[in-house]
Structures are given as C-alpha cells and as structure tokens.
C-alpha cells in the first residue's frame, strides 16, 4: 500500500469506508487498477460528519467560587450507522477529558449515543475533546457570571497546581502550567484596555465582548493495554527505522505518515539534532508498506510524542554501538566514549573522531571487531507510549457585534499553548493558526443542516454550507509556555488540534459577553447573523434580572453544530 503527501486529512482519512473494500473486491475481480473519485456533493453526503451533541450541565461551588462537583448528561448522534472510532469519540475521549484544567473533585458523567438519519459521525480535528472544552468552558464562564467574577478570577481559583494530578475522570495529569498560560495570554490580548476598546465600540454603536477558554487535551492516545481493555483490535505503538549510511546520511523510516504537518522537517531536525549532521543529511520515508516497519500512522495529535519516541529509541541503539566502534578506533573503554555535537571523545583525553568516521567504519570493517559487532549501522525500534501527553493553553477573543444585523466580527484573537518541548516553532504556529480557524469556522457559521420531514441534507454544497475565509480573521496573537512531557524522551506534547479545540467556547463566551445587557445568556453554535440577531431581538424584550444573592449553581445547555 503506497500512501503518498495528499493534503490534509484531520480525521476524515482514518477510517474505513464502504468504497474502500467494494473498489478492493472490484479491482480483484477483474484484475486491473481502478481509479474512484467522489465530488463535493458526494463527500457531504458521505463522508463521516463531527461533533454533534446535545448536553445539560451543573456546576456546584462553595461560596468562594470553588467547584465542589459537576454532573453532565449527553445525548450524541452517532448517524445512521457506525464508523470507525463513533463510539469511542462521545465516551472515552470526551468525558475523560470533563476535569479540564479544573480541581473539581467530584465529576458525573452520562452519555446517551443515539442512532439517527444523519451521515455517520466520527473523528474530526479534536474528536471528542473539542465537545468536552466546548461544555466546560461555557459552564465555567457562566459560573463567574453567576458569582459576579471575572472569566479569569473563576478559573485561577479552581486551576490545577500540584502535579502529577489525578482526575477524577480516569485520567492522571503529568505537567502543566495553567497560571502562566492565561497570566501571558492577557498580556498579550491587552486585556487591561478592554474597558476602553468597548467604550469606543458603543460609540460606533456596536457591541463588544471579551471570552475566555482555558483548554487541556489528551494526545498520543492510550498504552495498547488500555486500548484492548477498552475493545480496541489494534495496538498503538508506533515504530521507527534509522539507517546510517556509510557517507554518514541517514535515512528514517517511519510508521507515521505525514499528510501536511511537515514531518519530513520535524523528524529530521530530531535527527540531526541528536547526531550532529546537517538537517538535509537526513532523508524521511513514510506512506509505504513495502519500506517501512509496521506503524499505526497520524492522528491524535501523536505524530512526534510517539513516532518521534520510536525514532529516539531507534537513535539510542544507533548511538550504543557506534560508541563500540569509536571505542575500539581510539582503543579506549565503551564505558569511557561520550558523544555530543557529531563527534566521539574519550572522557579526560583530547581524543575524538567525527561521526561520519564511525559510519564509513561501520560499513567497511578493515579495523573492526567483528567478534564482537556485525557490520553495519541501522536498527529498529518500537515505542508504546505510558500515558497522553496534555497539551494546554488559554485563548482570548474579542468580538464586536453589529446591533442592526447580527454581524459578529472577529476583532482580536489570542492564543498561548503549552505543547511541552517544540521541534520546529513555525510548524507549531502553522497547525495552530489551521487550528483555529476551523474552531472559529465552527463558532461562526459551520453547520450541517437536514430537512425534519425528508432526511435530506440541505447544506451539500459550499452554496450552503459556509466555508470560513481568509478576510473573517484578525491576525492572531500566539505565544507558547513550556512544560516538557514527563514521560516521552523528546519531552514534546501534541499541537495539530489545539486550535480546533480552543477556540469555539472562547469565541461564543464573547458573543454572549458582549450580549449580556440585552438579557441573552446562552444560544446555540454557529453565531451565525441570523441567530444572533433573533437572539438580541427576544432577550432585549426580556431583560435579565439580576439575582438578589450570589447563586452557588450555574447550568448551561448548548448543541454543538454538526
């Protein structure tokens, strides 16, 4: 199977499709090469939709603001019939993902998945933990709300400090620093001139609102033990080859394809980093069973957490017996070779010998131990990782709203992450902008609408379902705190779904922000003109009354679009 670069996917290529096995079958039958293609129209019919939920949720605190307990109830399509991982998105991966960044001690969870008209829902940029942030973080807010503090004071009192931390939604948290992402996002966002941003708005007779959304996901996925106890058929290891020539350039292969988020960059800067040879030595192959060892590929988030661990692992048995070699060119010790920045020394001498030395000795074995070593330089290595890894951030949007029609527009949008140890900066800000322009996308105007009488889907085209474009975004603000994973060798957390996840709660929490004096308080994704003007028409002849003691319970309801 040969898989080459075919542009993003961002779940919608995992699974298997019915056209994948009949096309299969067909090109057996009569034993010739077949080439499928499914326009536009055919892909919104059958392609696996995301993201559709209707859920009721409580909070309660103690008078200080702090969550003592919530309890969630969530009714999830799951389409007509199931696709790959339907199942797994609206339990496993959503409400383990409840406790957030959040010390609430007690959490109930209960999930109804029901069969409906629609195309099958799966995986799509997020697949599960954009549902849980999306819930969360709207309940928090309203709690603030509800409690008279600020979207930032209602999140610092209840942020995770100590660490590893045991949720009490199965999984245990390694690192973070939740603090620090929201203290440098709202230096960033000028959060402090925001009293003025919205007098100047009123004068332009427009609304503006301020929403805050402090994220965490889990990525990489589980140990393979957890995946089979949870029914899965598959491990979730990851594995990776490298293989040293005797020029000294390497090629790796890996089990992880790469389909956009630039790993022919990323793993060979790994590589280059660790050996100490220029980035363009390094050759990345991938997407080819004939060539590469067994992997589970890229999703997840898990690309360099655990594709990248496995190419580490490969490059510590690379290091082991090059160490052997160089041990024996310099008559030393193994136990006395150190090895950093390309060349071999032995320890308290001035003795050393470059790399590529050791490479071209490894393949022509005239001074060599061979009672003791093959010949040859490439090994093999396997990586299942011990637990996710938790990226984590704070996202700041400021909308403005035209009161005349609905109209919301982006006006500032902040983003601070914490992915751990970062490879490649602009590769990192790229899936972050990607990411949050498709969780804005959902916000705003994505949404995938069928007919209540006939089943039919009205939205089949880009003539009716809204594509965000380019002129609907501010530039964003991006910034990273670093927290290194605790349990991968590179240290590195997920980022390919951060954005997706993020972002909508952050951009709803300041649609309704700047509604407020007009008595709306909650409404349904997308914030389309529309709906927000039918929202601000209903809550302006319904003015919000404000209650005469602090409530210590807040609830919302919200639907996802599909």
């Given at each position: 199977m040969?898989a080459?670069?075919?542009?993003g996917?961002f779940g919608?290529?995992?699974?298997?499709?019915?056209?994948?096995?009949?096309?299969t079958w067909g090109?057996?039958?009569?034993?010739?090469?077949?080439?499928?293609?499914?326009?536009r129209?055919?892909?919104?019919?059958?392609d696996a939709?995301g993201r559709?939920h209707v859920?009721?949720a409580e909070?309660?605190?103690?008078?200080d603001?702090k969550?003592?307990?919530?309890?969630?109830h969530?009714?999830?399509n799951?389409g007509a019939?199931?696709?790959?991982?339907s199942t797994a998105?609206?339990?496993?991966?959503y409400a383990?993902?409840?406790?957030?960044?959040?010390?609430t001690?007690?959490?109930?969870?209960?999930?109804d998945?029901?069969f409906t008209?629609?195309a099958?829902?799966?995986?799509?940029?997020?697949?599960?933990?954009?549902?849980a942030?999306?819930?969360?973080?709207?309940?928090?807010t309203?709690?603030?709300?509800e409690?008279g503090?600020g979207?930032?004071?209602?999140?610092k009192r209840n942020f995770i400090r100590e660490?590893?931390y045991q949720?009490?939604v199965a999984?245990?948290?390694d690192?973070g620093?939740?603090?620090a992402?929201m203290t440098?996002?709202?230096?960033l966002?000028?959060?402090?001139?925001?009293a003025?941003r919205k007098a100047?708005s009123?004068?332009?007779?427009?609304l503006?609102g301020i929403?805050?959304?402090s994220y965490?996901e889990?990525?990489?996925?589980a140990p393979s033990n957890?995946?089979?106890?949870?029914g899965a058929r598959a491990?979730?290891?990851?594995a990776?080859e490298?293989?040293?020539?005797?020029?000294?350039?390497v090629?790796v292969?890996?089990g992880?394809h790469?389909?956009?988020?630039?790993h022919e960059?990323?793993?060979?800067?790994?590589?280059?980093?660790?050996?100490?040879?220029?980035?363009?030595?390094?050759?990345?192959?991938?997407?080819?069973?004939g060539r590469?060892?067994f992997?589970?590929?890229?999703?997840?988030s898990r690309s360099?957490?655990?594709?990248?661990?496995?190419?580490?692992?490969?490059l510590?048995?690379?290091?082991?017996?090059a160490?052997k070699?160089a041990?024996?060119?310099?008559?030393?010790?193994?136990?006395d070779i150190e090895?950093a920045?390309?060349?071999f020394?032995?320890?308290?001498?001035d003795k050393?010998?470059?790399f590529?030395?050791?490479a071209?000795?490894?393949?022509?074995?005239?001074?060599?131990?061979?009672?003791?070593?093959?010949?040859?330089?490439?090994?093999?290595a396997f990586?299942?990782p011990?637990?996710?890894?938790y990226p984590?951030g704070?996202?700041?949007?400021?909308?403005?709203?035209?009161?005349?029609?609905g109209?919301?527009k982006?006006?500032?949008f902040?983003?601070v992450d914490?992915f751990?140890t970062?490879?490649?900066p602009?590769i990192?800000?790229?899936?972050v902008?990607?990411g949050?322009?498709?969780?804005i996308?959902q916000a705003?105007?994505e949404?995938?609408?069928?007919d209540n009488?006939?089943?039919?889907?009205l939205?089949?085209?880009f003539?009716?379902y809204a594509?965000?474009?380019?002129?609907?975004?501010p530039?964003f603000?991006?910034?990273?705190v670093c927290?290194?994973?605790?349990?991968?060798?590179?240290?590195t957390?997920?980022?390919?779904?951060?954005?997706?996840?993020?972002s909508p709660?952050?951009v709803?929490?300041?649609?309704?922000?700047a509604?407020?004096?007009?008595?709306v308080?909650d409404?349904?994704?997308?914030?389309?003109?529309a709906?927000?003007?039918?929202?601000?028409k209903?809550?302006?002849t319904t003015?919000?009354?404000?209650?005469?003691?602090?409530?210590?319970?807040?609830?919302t309801?919200?639907r996802?679009a599909?």
């Amino acid at each position: 199977m040969i898989a080459p670069d075919v542009g993003g996917g961002f779940g919608s290529k995992i699974y298997l499709y019915a056209e994948d096995v009949a096309l299969t079958w067909g090109s057996k039958q009569i034993n010739r090469a077949i080439k499928w293609t499914s326009d536009r129209s055919e892909a919104f019919l059958s392609d696996a939709h995301g993201r559709d939920h209707v859920s009721h949720a409580e909070m309660a605190m103690d008078k200080d603001g702090k969550f003592l307990a919530m309890r969630v109830h969530t009714d999830a399509n799951l389409g007509a019939y199931l696709s790959t991982f339907s199942t797994a998105i609206p339990t496993i991966l959503y409400a383990t993902l409840l406790a957030g960044q959040y010390t609430t001690p007690q959490i109930y969870v209960e999930v109804d998945a029901w069969f409906t008209n629609t195309a099958p829902v799966d995986a799509y940029r997020g697949a599960g933990r954009p549902e849980a942030t999306y819930l969360l973080e709207r309940l928090v807010t309203r709690c603030g709300w509800e409690l008279g503090l600020g979207q930032d004071e209602i999140r610092k009192r209840n942020f995770i400090r100590e660490w590893p931390y045991q949720t009490p939604v199965a999984l245990q948290y390694d690192i973070g620093d939740y603090e620090a992402c929201m203290t440098r996002a709202q230096e960033l966002a000028e959060v402090s001139g925001f009293a003025a941003r919205k007098a100047e708005s009123e004068k332009k007779g427009k609304l503006r609102g301020i929403g805050y959304s402090s994220y965490i996901e889990a990525c990489g996925l589980a140990p393979s033990n957890i995946a089979g106890a949870l029914g899965a058929r598959a491990g979730l290891f990851e594995a990776g080859e490298v293989r040293v020539h005797p020029t000294g350039s390497v090629t790796v292969f890996t089990g992880s394809h790469s389909h956009g988020q630039g790993h022919e960059t990323t793993f060979a800067q790994v590589v280059a980093a660790r050996l100490g040879i220029p980035v363009e030595n390094v050759d990345i192959v991938h997407g080819d069973t004939g060539r590469i060892p067994f992997g589970m590929g890229t999703y997840g988030s898990r690309s360099i957490s655990v594709g990248g661990a496995a190419i580490m692992r490969a490059l510590d048995k690379i290091e082991a017996k090059a160490k052997k070699i160089a041990a024996h060119l310099m008559e030393a010790s193994d136990a006395d070779i150190e090895f950093a920045g390309g060349e071999f020394t032995v320890k308290g001498t001035d003795k050393k010998i470059p790399f590529g030395q050791v490479a071209l000795t490894a393949y022509v074995p005239h001074n060599y131990p061979l009672d003791k070593l093959e010949p040859g330089l490439n090994e093999t290595a396997f990586y299942d990782p011990t637990n996710f890894t938790y990226p984590s951030g704070t996202y700041i949007c400021e909308v403005e709203i035209d009161k005349g029609t609905g109209e919301v527009k982006i006006d500032r949008f902040t983003a601070v992450d914490d992915f751990g140890t970062i490879i490649n900066p602009m590769i990192v800000e790229g899936q972050v902008h990607g990411g949050i322009v498709q969780g804005i996308g959902q916000a705003l105007m994505e949404n995938c609408v069928y007919d209540n009488e006939t089943g039919q889907l009205l939205t089949g085209s880009f003539m009716d379902y809204a594509m965000p474009r380019a002129e609907d975004f501010p530039n964003f603000k991006l910034d990273t705190v670093c927290t290194p994973c605790t349990h991968n060798p590179l240290g590195t957390k997920g980022c390919g779904e951060a954005g997706a996840i993020g972002s909508p709660p952050a951009v709803i929490n300041a649609v309704l922000d700047a509604l407020a004096p007009l008595g709306v308080k909650d409404f349904d994704m997308p914030a389309s003109p529309a709906r927000v003007w039918e929202a601000m028409k209903k809550g302006a002849t319904t003015p919000t009354q404000q209650p005469q003691e602090p409530s210590l319970t807040a609830s919302t309801q919200g639907r996802p679009a599909a």
